[in-house]
């Protein structure tokens, strides 16, 4: 399947009419069925598990959507993660585990597991089991199995959770979304088949969805604040009629605008596989990590006092935008691996 644009057009509207009904942690699960049967969880589920293939393109624009509605689901590390299980998972599962993601009624998510993780199978046996912790899961609380990725290398380790899997702490700074870290207790592993540069193919694709949920975030508060300078008055007339205002309202439109172009290019290369594409949706996540968050602070700034209330709920996406940073294994993370890339590091 090959979307068009006009067909991204069409699923984001069905998308966001679907979504006018806010599905925040810890609700989200009991509704999730009903918005995967729209497809969105199938996006990058191979066409052979009767899912749609690639389609990259398609799955950003649902990252953005659901960043913009704030909702509640780990997508762009489910889309991630479904992306390596229904592909490269040897034991005779693909298929099923595909239909439950596709279905809704499975929900895997990304565990990059700290400096500290030993995987290893016991004394006489062949099994790997996984003892340490991983920071920062976006549906810690929620998910359903856990897709591990060591320190280094190029492993993928499943693990399905269990009573080996806890939460070790919940991070409450985002509070549309449960984030927390998860201990491992000698839980048990299946590696995955995944040919070489599989894993960085799969950090590719969830950096960019995690730039998609910032970038959708930042679409609906700049529409917010567009709205907003157009009622407010000062001085007898609109604040939207200032060229102090006009004139930040259009940069920080030309920058989404930027940002939201080398995110779709990406999403194009990595869908046809090109040989540029990691570096595109390198270049697509430092740009959105680095641009996002001045631009978000300053439409908070832009709204004035209520702008700063927590009823007005700005501050919310601005949270969420700081943690998709943060997911991505930190906002220099990017950087570093264009300059590696590029062949800039000594």
């Known amino acids: 399947m090959t979307t068009t644009r006009d067909d991204l057009l069409a699923m984001a509207a069905t998308l966001r009419k679907?979504?006018?009904?806010?599905?925040?942690?810890?609700?989200?699960?009991?509704?999730?069925?009903?918005?995967?049967?729209?497809?969105?969880?199938?996006?990058?589920?191979?066409?052979?598990?009767?899912?749609?293939?690639?389609?990259?393109?398609?799955?950003?624009?649902?990252?953005?959507?659901?960043?913009?509605?704030?909702?509640?689901?780990?997508?762009?590390?489910?889309?991630?993660?479904?992306?390596?299980?229904?592909?490269?998972?040897?034991?005779?599962?693909?298929?099923?585990?595909?239909?439950?993601?596709s279905s809704g009624t499975h929900v895997p998510t990304l565990a990059f597991l700290g400096p500290g993780a030993v995987v290893a199978p016991p004394d006489g046996g062949v099994i790997p089991l996984v003892h340490g912790r991983a920071h920062l899961v976006a549906g810690a609380v929620s998910a359903d199995s856990f897709l591990a990725l060591p320190p280094g290398g190029d492993t993928l380790l499943l693990i399905l959770r269990d009573e080996t899997c806890t939460v070790a702490r919940v991070h409450e700074f985002d509070v549309t979304r449960?984030?927390?870290?998860?201990?491992?207790?000698?839980?048990?592993?299946?590696?995955?088949?995944?040919?070489?540069?599989?894993?960085?193919?799969?950090?590719?694709?969830?950096?960019?969805l995690l730039a998609g949920d910032t970038l959708g975030g930042l679409s609906r508060m700049l529409d917010r604040t567009?709205?907003?300078?157009?009622?407010?008055?000062?001085?007898?007339?609109?604040?939207?009629?200032?060229?102090?205002?006009?004139?930040?309202?259009?940069?920080?439109?030309?920058?989404?605008?930027?940002?939201?172009?080398?995110?779709?290019?990406?999403?194009?290369?990595?869908?046809?596989?090109?040989p540029g594409a990691d570096r595109a949706a390198l270049l697509a996540a430092a740009s959105v990590t680095a641009g996002a968050l001045p631009l978000l602070h300053d439409l908070v700034q832009l709204t004035g006092a209520i702008g700063f209330t927590w009823e007005y709920g700005l501050h919310l996406h601005e949270r969420r935008a700081h943690l998709d940073a943060r997911l991505g294994r930190g906002p220099r993370q990017a950087r570093r691996l264009l300059a590696e890339g590029e062949g800039w590091t000594c």
Request: glycine residues 12%.
């Open 226 to 274: 567009v709205g907003y300078a157009a009622q407010r008055e000062a001085f007898g007339k609109a604040i939207g009629g200032y060229q102090a205002v006009q004139h930040r309202l259009v940069d920080h439109t030309i920058a989404l605008r930027g940002m939201s172009l080398l995110a779709d290019e990406a999403a194009t290369q990595l869908a046809a596989e090109a």
């Open 18 to 101: 679907a979504l006018d009904t806010p599905a925040a942690f810890p609700q989200w699960r009991a509704q999730w069925p009903a918005l995967a049967e729209l497809g969105i969880a199938g996006f990058c589920v191979p066409e052979d598990c009767e899912g749609f293939g690639a389609e990259v393109p398609a799955a950003l624009m649902a990252a953005r959507e659901l960043g913009a509605a704030l909702h509640g689901s780990p997508y762009p590390a489910l889309v991630a993660a479904s992306y390596a299980l229904t592909r490269w998972r040897g034991d005779g599962q693909r298929q099923p585990v595909a239909a439950e993601i």
């Open 178 to 208: 449960d984030i927390g870290d998860v201990d491992f207790g000698g839980a048990t592993a299946v590696p995955l088949k995944a040919p070489p540069g599989g894993r960085a193919r799969v950090e590719r694709l969830h950096g960019l």
